[in-house]
């Protein structure tokens, strides 16, 4: 069976549920998985391949244009014109020898224009069947964005064949109790052009001591910059950063344009605060880096931090719901980001692996994590928790989910027609059914309704007591769980 390794996750809004019949706050259902390296480039995918049908539609009009006009009539006047266009030929090349085949010039000329101008276009005379005027509207789907979607979609199904996407990275970063806090993930937070970083600087301070280090993991400050000490990156020139501080004399400056700010003494509890414009979320664990990104042009601020830590930071949900539901969402948070970590080019140029926003999973960083407690609880039960997909070797099995459903969940073929995902099946869902919405309406919504029903969910964990496994084997087949450190 060809395995998967691609995920859906996350275009997440807040949502007021004034028909549930019970208290929800607003963003502890988040409301559909939308991951745009498979959703987003199924989506170019299939509209290409409408393009396609369109293209199709207009080579055979291009065919049937010419055939019109430099065509036959009939299979015998055409093998008499081009009999007669052999003849004038021989007359061509040896005129006094066939001067009798003169007489054919009228079947010579016609016949040629009909090689020149119809036969290099027969090919297209099998794409009579979409000769339809609804093929017109799909025109606009011929533009580089759908074409390098479809390439993509393409592109990723074929590495899916082929990768089987076993949990095996390791214990990664250990705390002072020697606890395994996972494998470092470089999570893309926001980005700034080079005219901007230069009229406003990235400003960055900790509150524990901090070392700054270039790309080769060289220490650049002589002694530990002290923590609540502002340092500031700005744009240079040519690619490079600099590094400065109203508090040291000293300038840095990075040629590669790359620059990490880490703490002094190894510690895995420093908070870095980067002062993000336009953000009340602004505190991020474990370490920062700011990089020139020579594709885009932009300048990143990544955090680079172990995955644990970013589970803590989720912004998926409140964490005010049950808690065996939010031990779902973190199971579902983790073992997405732990796919991103092993197998994800998307933001390669940029230097990431995950963005911060919906179009990967929200991210909010240490702020959130500590306005939300319950999120922390939940990631530590399930410390280190993968969903995996186990027919003939367990797989990381990523979690699509959508708020609501009509009764029942649709199956990833349904939906987006690859088999690629056996345990995204249909199953019923009284739990996560609608009172009131149509399908329609749901779909319109962004309700896909494939993998989970978050608010089924969530009426499973807090109204019949069943455990976080118990939920996810309901609606995902053949799943079971792996502690990978």
């Not at 003169?102 to 010579?108: C, E, K, V």
Request: hydrophobic share 30%; aromatic share 16%; proline share 3%.
């Amino acid at each position: 069976m060809l395995k998967q390794k691609l995920i859906l996750f996350s275009i997440i809004t807040s949502l007021l549920f004034s028909n549930l019949s019970f208290s929800v706050s607003a963003q502890e259902v988040p409301s559909s998985s939308d991951e745009n390296e498979l959703v987003a480039d199924a989506d170019y995918y299939q509209k290409y391949n409408l393009f396609l049908k369109y293209e199709k539609k207009r080579k055979y009009s291009k065919y049937k244009k010419a055939k019109k006009k430099y065509g036959f009539d009939s299979s015998s006047e055409k093998a008499k014109a081009k009999e007669g266009y052999k003849k004038y030929k021989l007359f061509k090349k040896e005129p006094l020898k066939y001067a009798a085949y003169a007489q054919f010039y009228s079947d010579y000329k016609k016949y040629n224009r009909y090689k020149k101008n119809v036969s290099p276009l027969s090919k297209y005379s099998k794409y009579k069947k979409y000769d339809k005027s609804s093929y017109d509207s799909y025109k606009n789907y011929g533009t580089t964005t759908y074409k390098n979607g479809y390439n993509r979609y393409k592109n990723r199904l074929a590495e899916l064949a082929k990768d089987y996407g076993e949990a095996d990275l390791g214990c990664g970063i250990k705390n002072a109790s020697n606890i395994c806090l996972g494998p470092l993930i470089s999570v893309g937070l926001w980005s700034s052009s080079k005219s901007d970083l230069q009229s406003t600087p990235f400003k960055i301070e900790a509150n524990e001591d901090y070392n700054i280090k270039n790309s080769a993991g060289t220490v650049l400050n002589e002694n530990p910059i002290p923590a609540a000490i502002q340092t500031r990156v700005t744009y240079e020139s040519s690619g490079k950063l600099r590094v400065y501080s109203d508090s040291y004399p000293e300038t840095y400056l990075l040629d590669n344009g790359i620059v990490d700010f880490v703490s002094a003494d190894g510690s895995s509890t420093i908070i870095f605060d980067v002062h993000r414009p336009s953000s009340s979320f602004d505190q991020y664990r474990y370490s920062m880096r700011f990089r020139y990104s020579d594709y885009s042009k932009k300048i990143w601020a990544i955090n680079i931090l172990p995955i644990e830590h970013y589970v803590w930071g989720m912004g998926e949900i409140t964490g005010t719901g049950d808690e065996k539901y939010n031990q779902v969402m973190t199971i579902s948070f983790r073992t997405y980001g732990y796919w991103k970590l092993k197998f994800s080019t998307k933001y390669a140029t940029e230097g990431f692996k995950v963005n911060a926003t919906p179009g990967n999973q929200l991210y909010y960083g240490y702020g959130w994590e500590v306005d939300h407690p319950r999120i922390k609880q939940a990631a530590e039960i399930t410390r280190g928790k993968l969903m995996m997909y186990s027919k003939s070797i367990n797989e990381i099995a990523i979690t699509p989910y959508s708020s609501w459903t009509d009764g029942k969940t649709r199956s990833f073929e349904e939906r987006w027609g690859s088999t690629m995902y056996p345990w995204c099946k249909s199953v019923k869902d009284s739990y996560g059914k609608h009172p009131t919405k149509s399908t329609s309406q749901l779909e319109t919504e962004g309700n896909h309704m494939v993998g989970l029903s978050a608010n089924g969910a969530l009426k499973l964990a807090r109204d019949y007591d069943w455990a976080h496994e118990k939920i996810m084997k309901y609606y995902y087949t053949g799943v079971n769980f792996l502690n990978a450190y």
